[in-house]
């Protein structure tokens, strides 16, 4: 394994940063350090479950990978070369399939752990395929019955994403996929939670491309209102409203809830206070907002209304949403991917996931217009698009009665929420996409200044 070792140590500086996944972007690596490797499979072909400790400055974070080596690398597998011997192994089908098996089987590989759920009978023996889309971890479906999640970046402890689920489960709840296995192992003596297995809904529609297809639709017929187009989403996005609200509420009832005293609204306020001062010092285009974003996160200090806390998404948009026959899943419950552990498991107002959908339908709604020359009347038929599925959205919460009732009754603290994920946007869109930082800008724009 010292050959492993080094090579990882010498590779992975290079390769990390070009990884969707990784979450290290904003900085040089300064040195990687394999921290733990396990033999899964071997000798040809070689499969190594790697932890590798990547130090960036005074940060030191841990991030797992499937390395691979065989005497010919699997075609499949060659965009992820490491070096002359080895490979990033996820997308080697030959290889990832022994991780479902273990898991029917269950029992151990050195730290690792692999096992069913109690209620589930896994099927071996079936090919895996990794999902391709952009994630911040790694998807593998296998033979269209289960998809794997594999956590890239690790932090010790019962992984949220795992913990919710198995709590909405145990509760009923109808809007996540089922939990069938899981992988866990260690990260430096300390417990940590490595995948999650849950049954695969091939004929699923994810609702990002549900509702930009019904964008699309709209903005090709522009003498048509938002209520006449023929993809009209609003239905949807009001069944969407019913399904979060029951999520919130099963949370609720399976995890407990907490009612938040002043203290919790001073911390609140100065959160997002915070956050404003980092990020406009990096984005001159949002300072010229900054006395206005103050005063509409100040406002919530004099909320009165009891907040209650508890267990939420924490990172809820469209992408994190499936349409199924049945109805609407709810995917990802690991919260912001940059956000620290303990403010992962941090217990939130549901009104910040009703939030980030809200921003999700104005990035749904501006997305074909980013890069293309302004044309009032396009963006203000996308305008009347966001408006109607927003409200549909409200209505559909407030009609199954969620933790909240009706967000639209909680309007300084729900914009003020809305608000800080718009400045958390601006943040990413500058770091990683600034044809893109038009979007959560105007949509501040017009918030503060009145015009929405």
Same mark, same amino acid.
């Given at each position: 394994?010292?050959?492993?070792?080094g090579?990882?140590?010498?590779?992975?500086?290079?390769?990390?940063?070009?990884?969707?996944w990784f979450a290290?972007?904003?900085?040089?690596?300064?040195?990687?350090?394999?921290?733990g490797?396990?033999?899964?499979?071997?000798?040809?072909? *070689?499969?190594?479950?790697?932890?590798?400790? @990547?130090?960036?400055g005074?940060?030191?974070?841990?991030?797992?990978?499937l390395?691979?080596?065989?005497?010919?690398?699997?075609?499949?597998a060659?965009?992820?070369?490491?070096?002359?011997?080895?490979?990033?192994?996820?997308?080697?089908?030959?290889?990832t399939?022994?991780?479902?098996?273990?898991?029917?089987?269950?029992g151990?590989?050195g730290?690792?752990?692999?096992?069913?759920?109690?209620?589930?009978?896994?099927?071996?023996?079936?090919?895996?395929?990794?999902?391709?889309?952009?994630?911040?971890?790694t998807?593998?479906?296998?033979?269209?019955?289960?998809?794997?999640k594999?956590f890239?970046k *690790?932090?010790?402890?019962?992984?949220?994403?795992?913990?919710?689920?198995?709590?909405?489960?145990?509760?009923?709840?109808?809007?996540?996929?089922?939990?069938?296995?899981?992988i866990s192992?260690?990260?430096?003596?300390e417990p940590?939670?490595?995948?999650?297995?849950?049954?695969? *809904?091939?004929?699923?529609?994810?609702?990002?491309a549900?509702a930009?297809?019904?964008?699309?639709?709209?903005l090709?017929?522009?003498?048509?209102?938002?209520?006449?187009?023929?993809?009209?989403?609003?239905?949807?996005?009001?069944?969407?409203?019913?399904?979060?609200a029951?999520?919130?509420?099963?949370?609720?009832t399976a995890?407990?809830?907490e009612?938040?005293?002043?203290?919790e609204?001073?911390?609140?306020?100065?959160?997002?206070?915070?956050?404003?001062?980092?990020?406009?010092?990096?984005?001159?285009?949002?300072?010229v907002?900054?006395?206005?974003?103050?005063?509409?996160?100040?406002?919530?200090?004099?909320?009165?209304?009891?907040?209650?806390?508890?267990y939420?998404?924490?990172?809820?948009?469209?992408?994190?949403? *499936?349409?199924?026959?049945?109805?609407?899943?709810?995917?990802?419950?690991?919260g912001?991917p940059?956000?620290?552990?303990?403010e992962?498991h941090?217990?939130?107002s549901?009104?910040? $996931?009703?939030a980030?959908?809200?921003?999700?339908?104005?990035?749904?709604?501006?997305?074909?217009l980013?890069?293309q020359?302004?044309n009032?009347?396009?963006?203000?038929?996308?305008?009347?698009?966001?408006?109607?599925?927003?409200?549909?959205?409200?209505?559909?919460?407030?009609?199954?009665?969620?933790?909240?009732?009706?967000?639209?009754?909680?309007?300084?603290?729900?914009?003020?929420?809305?608000? $800080?994920?718009?400045?958390?946007? @601006?943040?990413?869109?500058?770091?990683n996409?600034?044809?893109?930082?038009?979007?959560?800008?105007?949509?501040?724009?017009?918030?503060?200044?009145?015009?929405?």
């Amino acid at each position: 394994m010292s050959e492993l070792s080094g090579a990882l140590s010498a590779l992975l500086p290079d390769w990390l940063p070009a990884q969707r996944w990784f979450a290290g972007k904003d900085r040089p690596i300064d040195a990687v350090r394999p921290a733990g490797l396990t033999v899964l499979a071997g000798p040809d072909p *070689l499969l190594v479950h790697a932890v590798v400790d @990547v130090v960036q400055g005074d940060r030191v974070e841990p991030y797992q990978l499937l390395v691979g080596r065989r005497s010919g690398i699997p075609e499949v597998a060659s965009a992820a070369v490491l070096g002359e011997r080895f490979y990033e192994a996820s997308g080697d089908a030959d290889l990832t399939g022994g991780l479902l098996d273990r898991m029917a089987a269950g029992g151990s590989a050195g730290p690792l752990r692999f096992a069913a759920e109690p209620d589930a009978t896994l099927e071996p023996g079936l090919r895996s395929r990794p999902i391709t889309s952009e994630q911040s971890n790694t998807s593998l479906v296998y033979g269209g019955q289960y998809i794997l999640k594999l956590f890239r970046k *690790l932090s010790p402890g019962l992984n949220k994403d795992l913990l919710l689920h198995r709590a909405l489960q145990e509760a009923g709840c109808e809007h996540v996929a089922r939990v069938v296995g899981s992988i866990s192992g260690e990260l430096h003596g300390e417990p940590a939670t490595m995948g999650m297995l849950q049954e695969f *809904l091939p004929d699923a529609v994810d609702g990002w491309a549900m509702a930009t297809t019904s964008v699309r639709d709209l903005l090709a017929d522009p003498d048509r209102a938002a209520d006449e187009a023929g993809g009209d989403f609003a239905g949807e996005a009001e069944r969407l409203g019913v399904a979060v609200a029951e999520v919130h509420a099963d949370l609720a009832t399976a995890l407990g809830t907490e009612s938040a005293d002043r203290g919790e609204l001073d911390r609140t306020v100065r959160a997002m206070t915070d956050r404003l001062d980092q990020v406009s010092a990096m984005v001159p285009e949002l300072a010229v907002h900054a006395p206005a974003l103050r005063g509409a996160f100040e406002a919530v200090r004099a909320h009165e209304s009891p907040i209650s806390m508890q267990y939420i998404h924490g990172d809820l948009h469209l992408g994190q949403v *499936l349409r199924t026959v049945n109805g609407w899943l709810l995917l990802d419950f690991e919260g912001e991917p940059a956000a620290p552990v303990a403010e992962r498991h941090a217990l939130r107002s549901p009104l910040r $996931d009703v939030a980030g959908m809200l921003r999700s339908f104005d990035y749904a709604a501006h997305q074909r217009l980013v890069g293309q020359p302004e044309n009032a009347d396009v963006t203000r038929h996308a305008m009347e698009w966001a408006r109607r599925n927003r409200a549909a959205f409200c209505a559909g919460y407030a009609r199954a009665d969620g933790p909240v009732g009706d967000p639209r009754e909680h309007a300084y603290l729900l914009r003020a929420f809305e608000l $800080d994920k718009a400045v958390y946007e @601006v943040a990413y869109e500058h770091a990683n996409r600034p044809d893109w930082l038009s979007v959560p800008l105007a949509a501040i724009a017009r918030s503060t200044d009145g015009s929405e």
